[in-house]
């Protein structure tokens, strides 16, 4: 009984570091143009959370999960998905990311569609 416990302890485990890893979480911060910010937290567990504000008012909250794929040197794909979201206006998806670590971990760059957003580590 206590080796098939183990078994699939271990393939939880196994599927969860292959899902999100330590290198991009933290509580991170972006400024973006006509006075909009995000305020990020993202989980090594999977989870993330994100508040919007546009001149300093909440515009969009959500949280989620997501899934990370590293490719080299603190580079990789991470796709969000929202499980709840409280929006003023637009619509929410499932977003998926280009992402790119610098500064030893301090920076975070997300690029999806051709717009990049730099976010500051808190």
């Known amino acids: 009984m206590r080796i098939p416990v183990l078994a699939a302890l271990f393939s939880i485990a196994m599927t969860t570091a292959a899902l999100a890893d330590s290198s991009v979480a933290g509580n991170w911060h972006a400024k973006l143009d006509g006075g909009v910010s995000i305020d990020m937290t993202v989980s090594p567990d999977g989870a ?66 051709g717009d990049t957003m730099d976010f500051q580590k808190r």
């Open 48 to 113: 993330w959370s994100s508040r919007t504000l546009q001149r300093n008012k909440v515009v969009r909250q959500m949280k989620g999960t997501y899934t990370q794929t590293p490719a080299d040197n603190g580079t990789g794909t991470i796709v969000f998905t929202p499980t709840q979201v409280s929006v003023k206006n637009g619509p929410v998806q499932t977003e998926t990311d280009q992402y790119e670590l610098a500064d030893n971990g301090r920076r975070l760059k997300l690029t999806s569609e």
